[in-house]
């Protein structure tokens, strides 16, 4: 069959349905049929927008045609994560509708069943009547036949008509309950769909931020194996250019710089630092801010001048590995009866006698003030070769930014010899492989000379700021 006689043939159906039942008239008075002819064009237009959801409109062919369809599709497809909700939204509610045409067409074919039933109830009825129509004619001259049967007829159609008011009531009724069913049906369809959607929403909105934190952590940890990595080869391009100077240098005498400092006066230098540097108990809850930085240290930590033993106690009770070197017999002896691992040693000669990369950390406190000048990088030179890579360097000395410790600090010490400037010191761990850098001062000069606090505070906080300073370091 043609497509043309197919369509003849549906339209004449539909035309012999609606003369069957014009105006969805079921015979009934006051009851019809739902007409479905405009939900259906409805849901016949709104299957075409879903279907069409991600294509292209056509148009005339040409040049411009091509990159305007090309970047209408690009565009598409990026969106198509963006709309895919919308589109199984869509399809849940075409699905939606066509369960309703489907319980209104179950529900009108009911309604057209029970119309066929009353019509020919209805029938019957006129046929009987008609029938006693034609029994009372004949038997009109029977007076009291006919009496009893006026009332015997009375009666009946008294009970017929209670029994057609009560069927149509039930009727009534059943069409109501119906219609409620389908209402609480369709209302719990969408509450769970609603549900479903605010669920799914709320998962997809946790895995994005649980997604964004482990993308921000990955950056982070990738910005600092860059930064790690950009630094150690800053500093191996400067060690070459330098070593290539040096060797394009003419040679020249080299003199010995590794003199001696200033030999030590004949003092108590225990009651010297009890009375200039502080009690231990002050010094050692100092120096636990500083042994915390070394938690995790895969080797052991060495002290350079450990004195009276406070860092190293300190790292004693942060579960730390750490051993200490000074000069003076009488600090090494005050170390060990504390139990603590330390021993007489000259720092320099000390480093040289370590393999290389065998320390796991550096602590160094009001040392290299003592040493000549000349001699602060050789020692920073010896930790860059003695740290294992990534092992920290924590060096404390008096802070030459700050005017006050030279009116009443730095030289009380008799050995010391230069203040080292921070900038200075910072130079010299960047030159022997040493980044991560970073200063922090330390003793603020006005809780010793409150007299300080009258200044204004940016000249304060310019000239007089913190009487030391700690410089950490990490080796490359």
């Known amino acids: 069959m043609r497509d043309e006689e197919l369509t003849a043939a549906i339209r004449e159906v539909q035309e012999r349905a609606r003369a069957r039942t014009p105006n969805g008239d079921l015979g009934l008075e006051g009851v019809s049929a739902p007409d479905l002819m405009p939900l259906l064009h409805a849901r016949d237009a709104a299957e075409a927008k879903v279907a069409a959801i991600g294509t292209v409109n056509p148009r005339p062919a040409g040049l411009k045609n091509s990159i305007a369809q090309f970047l209408k599709r690009l565009i598409a497809r990026g969106l198509d994560w963006h709309v895919r909700e919308q589109v199984e939204f869509n399809r849940a509610a075409m699905a939606c509708v066509q369960a309703s045409l489907e319980a209104l067409n179950g529900l009108s074919r009911g309604l057209a069943a029970m119309a066929s039933h009353h019509r020919q109830l209805r029938e019957e009825m006129e046929a009987r009547e008609r029938q006693l129509r034609v029994e009372l004619a004949s038997y009109a001259q029977e007076a009291e036949e006919l009496k009893d049967v006026r009332r015997h007829w009375a009666e009946w159609r008294t009970g017929f008509e209670e029994r057609r008011a009560a069927s149509e009531i039930h009727m009534l009724r059943t069409i109501s309950e119906l219609q409620g069913a389908f209402q609480h049906r369709v209302t719990l369809l969408e509450q769970s769909y609603h549900e479903l959607a605010r669920q799914q929403h709320g998962e997809f909105t946790a895995a994005l931020e649980r997604n964004t934190v482990q993308v921000q952590q990955r950056l982070w940890q990738d910005l600092q194996k860059v930064r790690a990595e950009y630094e150690q080869l800053i500093y191996s391009e400067l060690r070459l250019l330098r070593q290539r100077g040096a060797a394009q240098a003419p040679a020249r005498p080299v003199e010995d710089v590794r003199q001696a400092g200033p030999a030590a006066a004949p003092i108590d230098w225990l009651r010297f630092a009890d009375v200039f540097r502080g009690p231990e108990e002050r010094i050692r809850e100092h120096q636990r801010r500083h042994?915390?930085?070394?938690?995790?240290?895969?080797?052991?930590?060495?002290?350079?001048?450990?004195?009276?033993?406070?860092?190293?106690?300190?790292?004693?009770?942060?579960?730390?590995?750490?051993?200490?070197?000074?000069?003076?017999?009488?600090?090494?002896?005050?170390?060990?009866?504390?139990?603590?691992?330390?021993e007489r040693a000259d720092l320099f000669e000390h480093l040289a006698g370590l393999l290389d990369r065998s320390l796991g950390g550096v602590f160094c406190s009001q040392v290299v003030e003592h040493l000549p000048p000349e001699r602060v990088p050789e020692l920073v030179n010896l930790l860059g070769a003695k740290l294992h890579p990534g092992a920290l360097a924590v060096i404390e000395t008096p802070n030459p930014e700050c005017l006050a410790i030279f009116a009443s600090h730095f030289y009380i010490d008799p050995t010391h010899t230069r203040p080292v400037p921070a900038r200075l010191l910072r130079f010299y761990l960047e030159e022997a492989g040493f980044g991560h850098v970073e200063i922090e001062t330390l003793e603020p000069a006005v809780e010793s000379m409150p007299a300080l606090a009258e200044l204004p505070a940016p000249l304060r906080e310019a000239f007089f700021g913190g009487l030391d300073y700690a410089i950490c370091a990490r080796k490359l």
């Open 291 to 342: 042994a915390a930085k070394f938690r995790g240290a895969a080797l052991e930590v060495l002290d350079l001048g450990c004195g009276r033993g406070e860092f190293l106690e300190a790292a004693r009770d942060a579960g730390i590995p750490a051993r200490g070197i000074d000069l003076s017999q009488e600090s090494i002896g005050l170390c060990r009866s504390k139990g603590l691992n330390a």
